[in-house]
T-cell receptor
């Protein structure tokens, strides 16, 4: 199967920058998604990387290296509302295979 | 917003009873999915559909069946609910390279 690994928890300070890493087996995925999920709510789409490199979208950026099976989500100028779970998911022929998610706590 | 509505949003049922969760979408998306989310496991795919009457199994399909008789509706049925099926169930639809999730259905099997 396709294993996707993310750190379980991370803590960061308001206003800082945090990088959430995601690693996966290099075969079988067409691209890599990142979703944000607040407690008790549905996951919401953040980004989708198909090609290698960095995609920037406001305070959030996502990076992909297909040869290394590695992706990261970079959050800048952290705000308290960024406290949430961040889910990495591989696109396997239209089906999303998720990691367990990273619980990010932003502290004042 | 992909216009996804799940029902019921919350349900408590007894072991051995049948349960059907409904997913309704208004955007005419071809692909629809059912996921369950549990602590320590993340989101796992149960079943998916790539069109009316076209469905396939995901990674945790045992104990579940689905039906898609209309583009807008994707039903998930637990034929005989068990306590291990206590979970949050998310429906999702796909548009291009983006998958959108419904608000979730909280199911408790007692």
């Amino acid at each position: 199967g396709q294993n996707i690994d993310q750190p379980t928890e991370m803590t960061a300070t308001e206003g800082a920058i945090v990088q959430i890493n995601c690693t996966y087996q290099t075969s079988g995925f067409n691209g890599l998604f990142w979703y944000q999920q607040h407690a008790g709510e549905a996951p919401t789409f953040l980004s989708y990387n198909v090609l290698d490199g960095l995609e920037e979208k406001g305070r959030f950026s996502s990076f992909l290296s297909r040869s290394k099976g590695y992706s990261y989500l970079l959050l800048k100028e952290l705000q308290m509302k960024d406290s949430a779970s961040y889910l990495c998911a591989g696109n396997q022929g239209g089906k999303l295979i998720f990691g367990q998610g990273t619980e990010l706590s932003v502290k004042p | 917003d992909a216009g996804i509505t799940q029902s019921p949003r919350h349900k408590v049922t007894e072991t051995g009873t049948p349960v059907t969760l409904r997913c309704h979408q208004t955007e005419n998306h071809r692909y629809m999915y059912w996921y369950r989310q549990d602590p320590g496991h993340g989101l796992r795919l149960i079943h998916y559909s790539y069109g009316v009457k076209d469905t396939d199994k995901g990674e945790v399909s045992d104990g579940y069946s689905v039906s898609r008789s209309k583009t807008e509706d994707f039903l998930l049925t637990l034929e005989s609910a068990t306590s291990s099926q206590t979970s949050v169930y998310f429906c999702a639809t796909q548009e291009g390279n983006t998958i959108y999730f419904g608000e979730g259905s909280w199911l408790t099997v007692v």
